[in-house]
């Protein structure tokens, strides 16, 4: 088991920046290929962003391309996401997840652990 620790969410203005974390423990060689996810209130879960193990495929969704970067210490079994030119449509629950194989993924479906979350909320 993968055991997933989300931090680094809160209140942020239009423009700002936040970085989240996310701390694998556990069986962390099963956390291959990382993904973040959001989810709004009353909307689908929907993808953010992943990072192969060794850092180099490193997947967007359009709504964030340019301004969000995802990043990994794999010494630290840490993954990060450092959102900048933040917009009030960002505003969600954030979502780190793994898989045990190498190539990322763009759907929840394809990761088979989960952190709890954290809340992003991003003000006018």
């Known amino acids: 088991q993968v055991q997933l620790v989300e931090s680094g969410g809160g209140l942020v203005q239009a423009g700002g920046s936040l970085r989240l974390s996310c701390a694998a423990s556990?069986?962390?060689?099963?956390?291959?290929?990382m993904g973040w996810f959001r989810q709004a209130p009353g909307k689908e879960r929907e993808f953010v962003g992943a990072?192969?193990?060794?850092?180099?495929?490193?997947p967007y969704a359009d709504s964030v391309k340019g301004r969000f970067t995802i990043s990994r210490d794999n010494a630290k079994n840490t993954v990060y996401l450092q959102m900048n030119s933040l917009k009030p449509e960002d505003t969600a629950i954030y979502y780190c997840?793994?898989?045990?194989?190498?190539?990322?993924?763009?759907?929840?479906?394809?990761?088979?652990?989960w952190g709890q979350g954290t809340q992003v909320t991003v003000s006018s």
């Open positions: 997840a793994a898989r045990s194989l190498s190539l990322v993924r763009s759907y929840a479906g394809g990761y088979d652990y």
């Open positions: 990072v192969s193990r060794d850092g180099i495929s490193t």
């Open positions: 556990g069986r962390t060689a099963d956390a291959n290929a």
